[in-house]
C-alpha cells in the first residue's frame, strides 16, 4: 500500500497543479475580459458594474483555489505553481510582443499585477504564521518553521519575478497612478476576501475525530 500510494503522490501533484494553474489563468482571461469591456477611456474610468463583477468572479476564483490548495500548501507545491504562474504570463506577454494585439497586452498586463499583489499578501501571510507561536512539540515546531520558511521565500522569489514581469509590459499600463490604484484595490480586496470567506467555510466545517481502536485482552 506504502509503495502504491508513493507512486500516485507525482500524479496527484501534477493533477493538483494543473487545476490551479487553470483556475488562475481563467480568472484572470475572464477579469481582464470584463474590465476591457466595461472599460472606458481606460479601466480606472469604466463601470462599476464592471469592476463589481470582476471582483465576484476573482473571489469565487481565489476560492475554489483555496479548496485546491487546503489545507497545507508544501513547498513543492508552491513551488510549481508559482513556476506555473510566471510561465503562463511570460507566454502571455510572448504572445503580445509577437501579434501586438493590445487586448493580449492587456491580459498579460493584468496577470503580471494578479500575480505581484498575491504574491506578496502570501508572502506576508507566511511571514505572519512564522511569527505565530504554535502549541507544537519541538520537532513539529522546527519542522512547521522550516515549512514556512521555506514558502516565504518562493512567494518572495514570485514578488520578484511579477516586478520583473510587470516592468515587461509597461507598454501596457504606461505607469498610470489611476490604473495602479484599481487594479491594487480589485485584486487585493479578492484575496482577501476570498481567504476571509475560505477560513469562514472551514471553521463551519466538523473536524474529524479519530475513534479509539478496541484493545483485545488476551
Given at each position: 500500500?506504502?509503495?502504491?500510494?508513493?507512486?500516485?503522490?507525482?500524479?496527484?501533484?501534477?493533477?493538483?497543479?494543473?487545476?490551479?494553474?487553470?483556475?488562475d489563468?481563467?480568472?484572470?482571461?475572464?477579469?481582464?475580459?470584463?474590465?476591457?469591456?466595461?472599460?472606458?477611456?481606460?479601466?480606472?474610468?469604466g463601470?462599476?458594474?464592471?469592476?463589481?463583477l470582476?471582483?465576484?468572479?476573482?473571489?469565487?476564483?481565489?476560492?475554489?483555489?483555496?479548496?485546491?490548495?487546503?489545507?497545507?500548501?508544501?513547498?513543492?507545491?508552491?513551488?510549481?505553481?508559482?513556476?506555473?504562474?510566471?510561465?503562463?504570463?511570460?507566454?502571455?506577454?510572448?504572445?503580445?510582443?509577437?501579434?501586438?494585439?493590445?487586448?493580449?497586452?492587456?491580459?498579460?498586463?493584468?496577470?503580471a499585477?494578479?500575480?505581484?499583489?498575491?504574491?506578496?499578501?502570501?508572502?506576508?501571510?507566511?511571514?505572519?504564521?512564522?511569527?505565530?507561536p504554535?502549541?507544537?512539540?519541538?520537532?513539529?515546531?522546527?519542522?512547521?518553521?522550516?515549512?514556512?520558511?521555506?514558502?516565504?521565500?518562493?512567494?518572495?522569489?514570485?514578488?520578484?519575478?511579477?516586478?520583473g514581469?510587470?516592468?515587461?509590459?509597461?507598454?501596457?499600463?504606461?505607469?498610470?497612478?489611476?490604473?495602479?490604484?484599481?487594479?491594487?484595490?480589485?485584486?487585493?480586496?479578492?484575496?482577501?476576501?476570498?481567504?476571509?470567506?475560505?477560513?469562514?467555510?472551514?471553521?463551519?466545517?466538523?473536524?474529524?475525530?479519530?475513534?479509539?481502536?478496541p484493545?483485545?485482552a488476551?
Amino acid at each position: 500500500m506504502k509503495t502504491l500510494l508513493t507512486s500516485q503522490r507525482p500524479a496527484v501533484l501534477a493533477a493538483r497543479v494543473a487545476l490551479v494553474l487553470l483556475l488562475d489563468a481563467g480568472m484572470v482571461l475572464g477579469s481582464a475580459k470584463i474590465l476591457w469591456s466595461y472599460a472606458g477611456t481606460t479601466v480606472a474610468d469604466g463601470s462599476w458594474v464592471g469592476q463589481m463583477l470582476c471582483l465576484t468572479l476573482m473571489v469565487v476564483a481565489c476560492i475554489a483555489r483555496n479548496t485546491v490548495t487546503h489545507p497545507q500548501t508544501s513547498p513543492r507545491d508552491a513551488i510549481a505553481i508559482a513556476v506555473g504562474d510566471i510561465l503562463l504570463v511570460v507566454v502571455t506577454i510572448a504572445v503580445w510582443q509577437r501579434t501586438a494585439d493590445y487586448f493580449i497586452g492587456w491580459v498579460a498586463c493584468f496577470g503580471a499585477f494578479l500575480l505581484l499583489t498575491a504574491s506578496l499578501c502570501q508572502f506576508l501571510a507566511a511571514l505572519i504564521d512564522q511569527a505565530r507561536p504554535a502549541a507544537l512539540k519541538a520537532p513539529a515546531h522546527i519542522n512547521r518553521a522550516h515549512r514556512l520558511a521555506r514558502i516565504a521565500t518562493v512567494r518572495l522569489g514570485t514578488l520578484a519575478a511579477a516586478i520583473g514581469l510587470l516592468v515587461a509590459v509597461s507598454g501596457i499600463h504606461e505607469w498610470k497612478l489611476q490604473i495602479f490604484d484599481v487594479l491594487v484595490l480589485l485584486t487585493v480586496s479578492a484575496v482577501l476576501l476570498a481567504s476571509a470567506i475560505s477560513s469562514w467555510i472551514r471553521a463551519l466545517q466538523p473536524r474529524r475525530t479519530r475513534t479509539p481502536q478496541p484493545t483485545s485482552a488476551d
